[in-house]
T-cell receptor
Framework: EPEVTQTPSHQVTQMGQEVILRCVPI?????FYWYRQILGQKVEFLVS????????KSEIFDDQFSVERPDGSNFTLKIRSTKLEDSAMYFC????????????FGEGSRLTVL | DAKTTQPTSMDCAEGRAANLPCNHS???????VYWYRQIHSQGPQYIIH???NNETNEMASLIITEDRKSSTLILPHATLRDTAVYYC???????????FGTGTRLTVIP
């Protein structure tokens, strides 16, 4: 069964450092998402991406965050200057087409900011 | 965003049916009911969705009341691996996104 792949599985970084989280979507999927989940809290939407541009973003997705799909395969989330409160699981998700609602999630990248 | 209400937690004996309720009394005509689950800290996993008819797949059944104000997810023979947080989500047709609530933590007991 096709799956969404995320790397790294766990990253530890110092406050203020830049972090890039990577996602390899399912090959024929057109819609890409990043969600995060702070420990013990609910899964929160960050951003959605379609046709090489952001289609929707939440209040959490401020100027410290950016997304891109530089090579047509990897979908990346960059945090420019990490803060302690950025520590969370970050989930990438993809969707096949506009008329399908099923999102396929990766296993997540755990980010720990010290 | 909380368009759904679910119990915080439930227990179910292994091998028995797990019935997880969801209230969505303000659901609109073009909104679907989706169910996802999250096992421990893994990524959420799609289970099933429906509009107004009952639905069944290899994982579960979804029963939606005639007025569509509530639904029940049924896991017919719960196993220990079904222990997870189950999310009931209302999503409009054509909507770009899914918004997760707090879900129901189902514990399957041996």
């Amino acid at each position: 069964e096709p799956e969404v792949t995320q790397t790294p599985s766990h990253q530890v970084t110092q406050m203020g450092q830049e972090v890039i989280l990577r996602c390899v979507p399912i090959s024929n999927h057109l819609y890409f998402y990043w969600y995060r989940q702070i420990l013990g809290q609910k899964v929160e939407f960050l951003v959605s991406f379609y046709n090489n541009e952001i289609s929707e973003k939440s209040e959490i997705f401020d100027d410290q965050f950016s997304v891109e799909r530089p090579d047509g395969s990897n979908f990346t989330l960059k945090i420019r200057s990490t803060k302690l409160e950025d520590s969370a699981m970050y989930f990438c998700a993809t969707r096949l087409a506009a008329n399908t609602g099923e999102l396929f999630f990766g296993e997540g990248s755990r980010l720990t900011v010290l | 965003d909380a368009k759904t209400t679910q119990p915080t937690s439930m227990d179910c004996a292994e091998g028995r049916a797990a019935n997880l309720p969801c209230n969505h009394s303000t659901i609109s005509g073009n909104e679907y009911v989706y169910w996802y689950r999250q096992i421990h800290s893994q990524g959420p996993q799609y289970i099933i969705h429906g509009l107004k008819n009952n639905e069944t797949n290899e994982m579960a059944s979804l029963i939606i009341t005639e007025d569509r104000k509530s639904s029940t997810l049924i896991l017919p023979h719960a196993t220990l691996r079904d222990t997870a947080v189950y999310y009931c989500i209302v999503r409009a047709s054509g909507a770009n996104n899914l918004f997760f609530g707090t879900g129901t933590r189902l514990t399957v007991i041996p």
